[in-house]
């Protein structure tokens, strides 16, 4: 059974950075893509950000590109997502997920069917 569990959320200033992990158990984990995705109050689930089995690739959302870095350790089976200049508009729950197969980077959180619990950032003017 697989298990993603989100940690490093809080509340941070803007212009501050925050680095979240995600750490997997159960599956194979390096075979797959990895996904970040974020919901704010009243939204949509929205992507993020997203990496390739092998760590390679990684595509990201314009709002956060320059910003924030998607990263693996597949020997550690863990994701990170550092978030740097942080702005309040990145206020959300922030939820890491495991793709279906080695494609990496949809948009569609139909294409995850492993979701962690999700972790509160908060970045306060």
């Known amino acids: 059974q697989v298990q993603l569990a989100e940690s490093g959320g809080g509340v941070v200033q803007a212009g501050g950075s925050l680095r979240l992990s995600c750490a997997a158990s159960?599956?194979?984990?390096?075979?797959?893509?990895l996904g970040w995705f974020r919901q704010a109050p009243g939204k949509d689930r929205e992507f993020v950000a997203g990496?390739?089995?092998?760590?390679?690739?990684?595509r990201y959302t314009d709002s956060v590109k320059g910003r924030f870095t998607i990263s693996r350790d597949n020997a550690k089976n863990t994701s990170y997502l550092q978030m740097n200049t942080l702005k309040t508009e990145d206020t959300a729950i922030y939820y890491c997920?495991?793709?279906?197969?080695?494609?990496?980077?949809?948009?569609?959180?139909?294409?995850?069917?492993?979701w962690g619990q999700g972790i509160q950032v908060t970045v306060s003017s």
């Open positions: 990496i390739s089995p092998g760590g390679i690739n990684t």
């Open positions: 159960g599956g194979f984990f390096r075979g797959y893509g």
């Open positions: 997920a495991r793709s279906g197969s080695a494609s990496y980077g949809s948009s569609d959180p139909r294409t995850y069917p492993y």
